[in-house]
């Protein structure tokens, strides 16, 4: 029998990246997890990882109505949901100077007001004593240049795991937050490719442990988070070779 045998999870974000690592490791430990992102041809690709146990829908985390959609997928899949991953992000590297609106508001809709009304749509489908882990960031409570609006849609995610675990925990239902730091995914060859060797060099550089992270290490976090930190409520959980801490 594997660790999560019976088990059911939503992680938001996790058709690629972090997300996708978290869904496999939950998989191969016997849970079924939904997956969701924006692009079909990923979509395709982790539901062809993932097999059997794997679920893959297309939906919006800044469209509450793709929100209230997932919902009724959701329902219709699970009934009731053990562990909601709320990890659907993007990241957005301005310098203040040249911080547009559609940018700032594009960053807060999905990074922060998505998995608010995420964790709100699907709180009823939540069984009693689930857990819920919001992914947040290191650079929540760092100072990094051209990171403002980022860290900010970040930093109101990790005061989330304390107010929604205040208003869930009657049910037994925990929230906590869950911060990466350097983690190779990918994600800034997609995201700023002029500026990702530069980028990646300088993090590499400021590792206590001298590398980035692998996805894989970030999996057994969130299961941790989401299962096994049965009285644990509210915190922030930092996965980042201690360079936020050291």
């Known amino acids: ?7 059911s999870v939503v992680i ?19 849970a079924r997890v939904l997956v969701t992102g924006r692009n079909q041809d990923t979509l395709d690709d982790a539901a062809r990882r993932l097999g059997e146990r794997g679920i893959a829908v297309r939906s919006d985390t800044s469209s509450l109505a793709d929100i209230e959609a997932l919902a009724g997928r959701v329902s219709d899949e699970f009934g009731t949901v053990d562990a909601l991953v709320a990890n659907a992000g993007i990241g957005s590297f301005d310098p203040f100077f040249d911080v547009t609106e ?10 922060t007001k998505g998995p608010f009304f995420t964790v709100q749509k699907l709180a ?8 819920v882990v919001l992914t ?15 860290s900010a849609s970040k930093a109101a995610l990790r005061s989330m795991a304390r107010t929604l675990s205040r208003e869930l925990l009657p049910r037994g239902i925990r929230v906590n937050a869950l911060s990466p730091g350097s983690i190779d995914t990918g994600k800034l060859e997609k995201e700023v490719p002029e500026k990702a060797a530069a980028l990646k060099a300088e993090f590499q550089q400021s590792s206590p442990m001298g590398r980035w992270g692998h996805p894989t290490e970030f999996a057994p976090a969130v ?3 989401a299962f096994d930190a049965t009285y644990v409520a509210g915190i922030e959980l930092v996965v980042d070779g201690g360079e936020s801490q050291l």
């Open 223 to 225: 299961a941790f988070l």
């Open 12 to 30: 938001t974000g996790g058709s690629s990246g972090l997300g996708l690592a978290a869904a496999q490791y939950l998989v191969d430990n016997g």
């Open 1 to 7: 029998m594997s660790r999560y045998d019976g088990k």
């Open 124 to 131: 009823p489908l939540l069984s009693d004593g689930a857990g």
């Open 102 to 111: 559609q940018t700032f508001d594009e960053v807060f809709a999905i990074n």
């Open 136 to 150: 947040t960031s290191i650079a929540n409570q760092t100072g990094w240049d051209a990171l403002s609006v980022y």
